[in-house]
């Protein structure tokens, strides 16, 4: 329903700006309807993802079927990095929405001689891993409010960073079943808190989209400081360490 | 109004194919912690009473965690409505405190 919608139109296609590298090792593109299984638990992957439109998450499930999302994955990010390179998937990846994904083959990444490449995947690992931290502090420590609040200020940014987000809105599909697996809240908890938001006027959501109506207040209230989605960059170049020399154990 | 986060399936499970005979029930639960009380305008699909009574249940104490703090007395509510209306299910949890000195004035 485009015609509801306010703001000014997203972009079809995201803008994958750094991801470039990565995207040129694509060999097959593939669409895959929501809720499928894109790697299951205990699988060895025969190729990477890279997802480029839509949602996917990374899980584990525990054997009487409770779940815990570990990660949501937004346009531009490699869905199952850690699995390819360790050879075995200690998670699953399903697709929350209808999806478009690029299969990468193994023997791309392990590619040692292309050292632009693993300069991407160092910076999707280290990303991958600052985001696991601040879920972890948020799962730990952050109320509801703060834990809903912090997700909601952290894919605006990643969002924006692929050219999805306005400045103060974008399209989500994600339901409260799966927000209450992502925060380690029941379903009915995400949805008392979601209208503590609306409530509060910091929020509204209609058709899909999310509206962030007060930006400066959500992320106070959530305590977002976006540095943790950058890693690398606060140092100046010369004080960084190499990315290019991965551990010996990945080649 | 929520359009686009209703309450969905399990991940990585493939959604049942809507049945117009035995759809899956939808369970309203309205909440209430002493300082803001939500209706619930959404929703949620639950398999049956049990379920409902299991959602109702287990929110209370993620509530308590948050809201006791400074007080010696709270309760916090939840109700379950079912899609017709009918209110079926209410659940209380209540903290009593009591000093057993002269309280402190703060």
């Given at each position: 329903m485009p015609g509801a919608r306010e703001g000014p139109p997203l972009p079809m296609r995201p803008v994958l700006g750094e991801a470039g590298i990565v995207l040129a090792a694509i060999e097959r593109q593939r669409m895959v309807p929501a809720r499928t299984d894109l790697l299951r638990q205990g699988e060895t992957p025969a190729v990477a993802h890279i997802l480029l439109t839509g949602h996917t998450c990374r899980f584990r499930t525990l054997r009487d079927g409770r779940r815990q999302i570990l990660a949501i994955l937004v346009p531009g990010d490699l869905c199952d990095l850690e699995a390819v390179l360790g050879a075995r998937a200690d998670y699953g990846v399903s697709a929350l929405t209808a999806c478009t994904v690029g299969e990468i083959p193994c023997r791309r990444l392990a590619d040692d001689t292309d050292a632009a490449m693993r300069a991407a995947l160092w910076r999707h690992l280290l990303q991958d891993a600052a985001i696991a931290r601040e879920w972890l502090v948020g799962m730990g420590r952050r109320n509801a409010q703060e834990r809903l609040a912090h997700l909601f200020c952290e894919l605006r940014v990643r969002l924006e960073a692929v050219g999805l987000a306005g400045t103060d809105f974008y399209e989500t599909r994600i339901t409260q079943v799966e927000l209450a697996d992502a925060l380690g809240l029941t379903s009915v908890h995400v949805n008392r808190t979601l209208q503590e938001l609306r409530e509060a006027g910091l929020i509204r959501l209609a058709n899909g989209r999310l509206t962030i109506l007060d930006v400066p207040a959500l992320e106070r209230l959530a305590g977002f400081?976006?540095?943790?989605?950058?890693?690398?960059?606060?140092?100046p170049e010369a004080e960084?360490?190499?990315?290019?020399s991965p551990p010996a154990a990945w080649r | 109004m929520w359009a686009g986060l209703r309450a969905g399936f399990p991940l990585g499970y493939a959604q049942p194919a809507i049945n117009?005979?035995?759809?899956v029930p939808r369970y309203f639960i309205d909440t209430d912690d002493g300082d803001l009380m939500i209706v619930d305008d959404e929703g949620h699909d639950l398999p049956n009473l049990t379920a409902a009574r299991r959602a109702a249940n287990k929110v209370l104490p993620e509530m308590a965690r948050e809201k006791i703090q400074d007080d010696d007395r709270r309760t916090l509510y939840a109700r379950v409505r079912a899609?017709?209306?009918?209110?079926v299910y209410t659940a209380t949890l209540s903290l009593v405190g009591k000093w057993n000195i002269k309280p402190p004035v703060d």
């Open positions: 400081d976006p540095a943790y989605l950058r890693p690398g960059r606060a140092l960084r360490i190499s990315l290019t | 117009a005979e035995h759809p899609e017709d209306g009918t209110d």
